[in-house]
């Protein structure tokens, strides 16, 4: 015979599913983000959409007591501040933060200038260790305590690639950042990350929200812009069905710290991790050759 369980349990286990999750979403006006908040917004769930000009937003299925649109520049952090203040107070508590807004510069290193070298670890580095400053501080507090921070990294959160040295680097401290942080919260805060890794979608970031640096003689051997234009419009990546793994990740129990998106991204990571670890044991002598004796 089974034995009933005490309502009290019955009602723990239900009781995340009975009250929507609060989302909070940077860089909402185009591609993942964009979706992200569609797919919230139709899974009933709550959509805190943000975005340099937040009049611009516009979605299907919004009501007042299931959307928010806010101004939010991930540069600025006391815009950030704002809107998190803004969002607990409209809803009470944040339960998923996603970390989306970004982009990528393009070009050779030597081709960039200092100003765009800035700018991109500005948006993309520093911007998401703002926003997750803020995330922690609030999901630490709220009652009960807990929360996911999905970091919108990249398939360059793993690997380099020619003309991309900055964004790579962007994305590569994101994921060492973020790796070191879920080492630092307390189990009991339920606080939980995770590195989401694109490859190619068909979004706006290989089109108009690209930075594209000035070409240099000597690096005549790289267009990065032609390169870039040939492949706007072809990736393999639906942004829709991206959202709907989005939104998955935020749900599950235990989501993973890192996940591959796409079916370039996949093996192709695959690929390097094989081809590192080779690398690795090729070196075994040296590496075992440092310590004192």
Not at 117 to 127: A, S, Y
Not at 177 to 186: A, G, I, N
């Amino acid at each position: 015979m089974a034995i009933a369980q005490p309502p009290q349990a019955a009602f723990i286990k239900t009781h995340h599913h009975i009250m929507p999750r609060v989302f909070l979403v940077t860089g909402t006006s185009t591609g993942f983000g964009h979706d992200l908040v569609q797919e919230i917004l139709n899974r009933g769930d709550i959509a805190v959409a943000t975005a340099r000009r937040p009049a611009a937003l516009h979605f299907d299925k919004t009501s007042e007591d299931s959307y928010l649109a806010l101004e939010l520049d991930v540069t600025e952090p006391k815009s950030i501040k704002a809107a998190f203040a803004k969002a607990v107070e409209r809803f009470g508590r944040i339960d998923v933060v996603v970390n989306n807004a970004g982009y990528g510069l393009t070009g050779c290193f030597e081709e960039y200038t200092d100003e765009q070298i800035r700018t991109q670890m500005e948006v993309n580095f520093f911007g998401v260790i703002n926003v997750s400053r803020e995330a922690i501080a609030a999901m630490r507090k709220q009652k009960p305590s807990g929360g996911v921070i999905q970091q919108v990294t990249s398939v360059g959160g793993q690997r380099g690639a020619a003309c991309f040295s900055m964004y790579a680097a962007s994305k590569w401290a994101v994921e060492g950042f973020t790796e070191s942080l879920s080492k630092e919260v307390k189990p009991e805060w339920g606080i939980k990350f995770t590195c989401i890794e694109p490859g190619g979608f068909r979004t706006e970031w290989a089109g108009r929200s690209m930075t594209f640096a000035d070409r240099y003689p000597d690096y005549d051997h790289l267009d990065a812009k032609a390169m870039m234009m040939a492949r706007n419009g072809t990736q393999p990546g639906d942004p829709k069905k991206a959202a709907k793994v989005f939104y998955e990740l935020a749900v599950m129990e235990n989501p993973p710290l890192r996940i591959l998106l796409g079916s370039d991204a996949y093996p192709a990571i695959l690929a390097r991790l094989e081809a590192e670890r080779q690398n690795f044991i090729k070196y075994e002598k040296l590496s075992l050759s440092t310590d004192v004796d």
